[in-house]
């Protein structure tokens, strides 16, 4: 009987609260206007305004489209062309195998693709690898039959020249790479006979930096041709130095071939960006599939491309950007017409890139069609290393993947499309002690799926982050990390049926969900209409903390358990939300169900949501919602999670589209 009419009464009280706000889409005022005219939130009556970004939701809300997500056409069965045995490769004879699998990788990429096998056992890795050539697969038996152990170190002295090797002749395409063990590191030092080439000392985003470089071609105008003495020197905290030296021959008419990336122990890595920046002629609009170049000299109909809009001080000031650094505007296509300085592109563009921001158009050269598939991998020091790499990337995959212990990430992307990283686990990483590590997600990368992941002891996890586009991750199990927008207008992305358990233990913040503030000069503000569907979050403090700038982002469908705080708190330009059908358990008896901290915080919709627990309030803060309708207060107690009538909007969206 208490609880009816506990109930009761707070029902009441959310009534004459919601009783000015339900349907209150009326003019702003001018202090409330958002930063610029708001593009995402269409309702279904608005066809007109519908693009081919968008796609209108069986529940009447208009979404990103999310149809071609992935590699395309599904990852391929690649054939076996190859075993690692064949190039002197051998498992459990605790040998390095790392020369082997660089070599079969090689031939295998030089016939035009396939898979290198590896058998069952364990196999040890020394050095790193890297793969430059399209159609690489390297397939091991399943991670319970096949292991990588990772076993690249840096001596009892600590201190070592990576690249080049003593003695070597080097050319443009070889940097001089120095590493130096990274615990208490305040300085590294390259020098040249007695001329010093670089030197680095720690920032605030340092994290567990162990390697200086300088690039070769630098190298090659820096110093004559001919016999050098390298000397490397790390200095530590309480005046400690160690060092190193080698001899060099230097050759700038050496075609020389690079080192392996030291990113990761196995790293897939394409060209990058190639040839002239080609301004834009006109805005390239949101949803269109063209755009007019001032000129379109060097590409062609087949090219993958990737059309950047600089973080120029308009546009920071614009979304009061704090940071100075960072890739904010970025997506990759391909070329699929070219009408004189006119390019037709194979999907539509997600965010506006204006002309007056400088936006341009360049060519990228990735490797394709590549993947690791079957094995489990295993990192022995404390070095700042990835496990798995892709860099310049597009249709590449992981697959049945197991990390223990990575050095930085333990699966990741940078600059890729249409990627996958599915039925993998993820557990714990050497470095959490911030700048950059342990994350689980995509960085500069459109259009890419992580699907069934499960992660533990990781910071930040699932992660987008740098100007990530079009991405999806999806029935993933985080353990013991928070949910991330981390950086850098990330736009369009989804998080969809993912249980997250967030702890501040690992490097998480404490928060289920957290999307970087415009303020904050190591990451600045997220972009618009990233998603939140039927998800189930835990979390020490509130369930979904939103930094600002944020458009139309769309919360549906979820349940977030809060120990302490609010369900949603948005400040700071935070607008145009529609928050939906959720369940908010929140647990400290203060918190209001949603908190939108500034006045500027407008044109927000909630709608069916069920709060138990908290103050009873739907809202509280400085800003008012333009919506409140059919969100019900209850006792704090146990709630189901929502069911909606779509489960997965992603495979519903693919559906629609096949058929």
């Excluded at 076993?151 to 600590?158: A, D, K, T």
């Excluded at 007695?194 to 070769?216: A, K």
């Excluded at 921001?357 to 394709?368: P, Y």
């Amino acid at each position: 009987m208490r609880h009816r009419l506990c109930a009761a009464l707070l029902a009441v009280a959310v009534a004459a609260e919601a009783g000015g706000a339900e349907n209150k889409d009326a003019a702003r005022r001018s202090d409330e206007q958002p930063p610029w005219p708001p593009q995402y939130k269409v309702h279904p009556d608005e066809k007109q305004r519908l693009t081919a970004a968008d796609v209108l939701g069986p529940d009447g809300i208009v979404y990103p489209n999310w149809t071609r997500c992935g590699v395309q056409g599904g990852i391929p069965a690649v054939k076996d062309s190859a075993r690692i045995e064949d190039f002197g490769g051998n498992a459990n004879d605790d040998k390095d195998d790392s020369a082997a699998l660089d070599q079969a990788c090689a031939a295998v990429g030089a016939k035009g693709g396939g898979a290198v096998v590896l058998g069952v056992g364990t196999y040890y890795l020394d050095r790193p690898v890297t793969i430059r050539q399209d159609g690489v697969v390297i397939r091991g038996q399943g991670p319970d039959k096949t292991k990588l152990i990772f076993r690249y170190n840096l001596g009892p002295e600590g201190v070592v020249f990576y690249s080049p090797a003593a003695g070597a002749r080097m050319g443009k395409n070889t940097p001089i790479e120095l590493h130096c063990t990274p615990k208490d590191l305040v300085r590294m030092t390259i020098q040249a006979d007695d001329v010093v080439l670089r030197t680095w000392e720690p920032s605030t985003h340092s994290g567990n930096t162990f390697n200086l470089s300088v690039p070769g071609a630098e190298i090659t105008k820096k110093l004559p041709d001919g016999h050098h003495l390298l000397k490397g020197t790390a200095e530590y905290k309480g005046g400690r130095k160690k060092s190193c030296e080698i001899k060099i021959t230097v050759d700038s008419r050496f075609n020389d071939t690079p080192p392996p990336s030291s990113r990761a122990a196995i790293c897939f890595e394409g060209r990058g960006v190639a040839g002239e920046k080609l301004g834009l002629a006109k805005d390239g609009a949101r949803g269109s599939c063209t755009v007019a170049l001032e000129s379109a000299t060097g590409v062609a109909v087949g090219d993958c491309v990737v059309i950047e809009g600089p973080a120029t001080e308009r546009w920071k000031k614009l979304t009061r950007n704090a940071c100075q650094w960072g890739m904010y505007r970025r997506y990759e296509v391909r070329i699929e017409k070219l009408d004189g300085r006119t390019l037709t592109l194979n999907q539509p563009l997600r965010i506006e890139f204006p002309v007056v921001d400088g936006s341009f158009v360049q060519k990228t050269i990735a490797i394709q069609h590549c993947g690791v598939e079957g094995f489990s991998i295993e990192q022995t020091e404390d070095l700042w290393i990835s496990s798995v790499m892709f860099s310049h990337t597009w249709n590449c995959w992981a697959r049945g993947i197991n990390v223990k212990k990575c050095g930085r990430f333990p699966v990741y992307a940078a600059a890729a499309k249409w990627c996958e990283i599915r039925d993998c686990v993820f557990d714990d990483a050497w470095f959490k002690g911030g700048g950059g590590t342990a994350y689980s997600g995509w960085e500069h990368s459109c259009d890419c799926l992580m699907e069934s992941i499960e992660t533990f002891k990781l910071r930040h996890a699932p992660l987008m982050q740098w100007a990530a586009s079009g991405c999806v991750v999806r029935k993933g199990v985080f353990h013991d990390s928070d949910g991330q927008w981390h950086s850098g207008w990330t736009n369009e992305n989804l998080f969809e049926q993912c249980v997250i358990t967030s702890v501040r233990g690992n490097g998480g913040y404490g928060f289920g969900l957290w999307a970087s503030p415009p303020e904050d000069t190591a990451h600045g503000p997220n972009g618009p209409r990233n998603v939140v569907y039927n998800c189930d979050i835990t979390s020490e403090k509130a369930g979904l903390w939103m930094g600002g700038m944020n458009e139309n982002w769309l919360i549906l469908y979820n349940r977030f358990a809060a120990k302490t705080g609010e369900g949603v708190f948005a400040k700071t330009c935070s607008f145009d939300h529609i928050i939906k059908d959720n369940v908010f358990v929140l647990q400290d008896g203060k918190s209001p169900m949603i908190t939108l901290f500034t006045p500027d915080c407008t044109g927000i919709e909630l709608l069916g949501n069920k709060l138990l627990g908290g103050n009873g309030k739907i809202f509280g803060g400085k800003g008012s919602p333009s919506v409140v309708k059919d969100n019900q207060v209850q006792p704090l107690g146990n709630a189901p999670r929502p069911q909606p009538a779509v489960p997965s909007i992603y495979e519903w969206q693919k559906a629609q589209a096949r058929n």
